[in-house]
């Protein structure tokens, strides 16, 4: 899961990928990362942690690492949020393989349509439960696929 900070999107996305693979009892490895290196080693931010507590999901021992060149390796499947992540994954991409793992994870419920989860940063709360609402039905795919 790849957004740009690490602190907001990807780190809901990871929690609610994880809850949702261990209900059936899928042993996944998923992990989270961000492109840039703004916040390393940072928990999430508050109200990622606010929202995600909202629907019994800790979140808050997590903490911002910087996506590398080595994640094409260690995991099938890349999710970039929005197209600026999906642009600077592939550009650290050394080969087919690599970019054939790589996807906007908003695929999964709006196929085709290259939509993004918008950045809630800079804005309020309810861009947050907008956020976990996208990426809540698109790990319902993911795991619906992947079975
Ligand atoms: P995220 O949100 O990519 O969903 O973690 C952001 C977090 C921090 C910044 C931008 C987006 N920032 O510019 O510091």
């Known amino acids: 899961m790849v957004c740009l900070g690490n602190i907001c999107r990807s780190p809901m996305a990871e929690g609610i990928m994880r809850h949702k693979a261990n209900a059936v009892g899928k042993s996944w490895q998923i992990d989270s990362a961000g492109t840039s290196n703004f ?24 903490r911002g690492r910087q996506f590398s060149v080595s994640d094409f390796e260690a995991f099938d499947l890349i ?12 550009k650290l991409a050394k080969n087919d393989d690599h970019r054939n793992r790589v996807r906007m994870i908003l695929e999964y419920t709006f196929p085709g349509q290259r939509m993004s989860v918008p950045d809630p940063y800079y804005g ?24």
């Open 39 to 62: 916040h390393v080693d940072e928990a999430p931010d508050r109200r990622s942690v606010k929202k995600m507590k909202e629907y019994n999901i800790d979140i808050s021992s997590l």
């Open 79 to 90: 999710l970039a949020m929005d197209e600026s992540n999906f642009s600077n994954i592939m």
């Open 124 to 147: 309020g709360e309810s861009g947050f439960e907008n956020v976990y609402r996208l990426l809540d039905s698109a790990c319902d795919k993911i795991l619906e696929e992947h079975s």
